[in-house]
């Protein structure tokens, strides 16, 4: 009975790392083709300053707007 526990224990073990492992794995390929990706952009934008400005684009379109807060504090 303890042999079956252990061995299970085991196979459970190793079924958890090999998902850890294929998750890692997987983020690591999504890293590099985020990494291709901008290289390309690079590599095929007409021009330095042209790239540059799509870049701050990307960044400002992906901050969430702030909310404006309203002080409705009289003194």
Do not use: C, W
């Amino acid at each position: 009975m303890s042999t079956i526990i252990i061995l299970s224990s085991v196979i459970g073990a190793l079924l958890l790392f090999i998902y850890h492992r294929e998750v890692e794995h997987n983020r690591h390929i999504e890293a590099e083709h985020v990494e291709r990706r901008d290289l390309l952009d690079r590599i095929q934008a007409p021009s330095f300053g042209e790239y540059t400005s799509k870049v701050v684009r990307e960044k400002k379109a992906a901050q969430p707007d702030e909310p404006k807060v309203i002080d409705d504090y009289v003194s």
